[in-house]
């Protein structure tokens, strides 16, 4: 994590940060929390040690990463595969955790979920049905929010604006010691 903390005061402010996202998830009561393996592994890391009842059990760790040149197909494989594991047609909460520079990785994680949808609401009407209904019924019950953690004072981009004002994404600009 990059920097060295000059007092005892930055280290307080950066551990109630955390403390206060452990607090935000546990609020929503989500049944998976989703964490890009690349960005959000740290974070997970330390709202375990600051909060004691934070639920790794519901952790899922997802390959959304820039880095990895194959993303929109890992993607994909990863949310067929999650779907086919989890979606019974009961409601689902899910809260995807994420480092936030721009915000791009923010709105391409969820491209890539409501593409998860799509996909998911395509397998099901291919055995009889319509996709929008299908689609319509996925979307409505299952809950998606990104709490994204704010890395110091970069430029957000217009369509990581668009999810905050549409409520998709909780912005926390809480972590500043992370560059």
Same mark, same amino acid.
């Given at each position: 994590? $990059?920097?060295?903390?000059?007092?005892?005061?930055?280290?307080?402010?950066?551990?109630?940060?955390?403390?206060?996202?452990?607090?935000?998830?546990?609020? %929503?009561?989500?049944?998976?929390?989703?964490?890009?393996?690349?960005?959000? !592994?740290?974070?997970?890391?330390?709202?375990?040690?600051?909060?004691? %009842?934070?639920?790794?059990?519901?952790?899922?760790?997802?390959?959304?990463?820039?880095?990895?040149?194959?993303?929109?197909?890992?993607?994909?494989?990863?949310?067929?595969?999650?779907?086919?594991? %989890?979606?019974?047609?009961?409601?689902?909460?899910?809260?995807?955790?994420?480092?936030?520079?721009? $915000?791009?990785?923010?709105?391409?994680?969820?491209?890539?979920?409501?593409?998860? !949808?799509?996909?998911?609401?395509?397998?099901?009407?291919?055995?009889?049905?319509?996709?929008?209904?299908?689609?319509?019924?996925?979307?409505?019950?299952?809950?998606?929010?990104?709490?994204? !953690?704010?890395? $110091?004072?970069?430029?957000?981009?217009?369509?990581?604006?668009?999810?905050?004002?549409?409520?998709?994404?909780?912005?926390? %600009?809480?972590?500043?010691?992370?560059?």
């Amino acid at each position: 994590m $990059g920097k060295d903390f000059e007092s005892r005061d930055e280290f307080e402010k950066f551990v109630d940060g955390f403390r206060g996202v452990a607090t935000l998830v546990r609020e %929503n009561s989500p049944d998976y929390i989703f964490a890009p393996v690349v960005g959000a !592994v740290p974070f997970v890391d330390i709202l375990s040690i600051v909060d004691q %009842n934070f639920p790794l059990e519901d952790v899922c760790y997802l390959p959304n990463s820039s880095r990895f040149g194959n993303r929109d197909e890992l993607m994909s494989t990863w949310y067929r595969n999650f779907f086919d594991s %989890n979606e019974d047609g009961t409601p689902m909460k899910i809260v995807c955790l994420d480092e936030v520079l721009s $915000g791009a990785s923010a709105f391409k994680g969820y491209k890539q979920f409501r593409k998860g !949808v799509d996909d998911r609401a395509a397998l099901k009407a291919s055995a009889g049905g319509d996709i929008a209904s299908f689609r319509e019924d996925l979307i409505k019950r299952m809950g998606y929010q990104v709490i994204g !953690v704010e890395e $110091g004072e970069h430029a957000k981009t217009k369509k990581f604006r668009g999810m905050v004002e549409k409520g998709l994404l909780v912005q926390l %600009n809480l972590i500043m010691f992370l560059q």
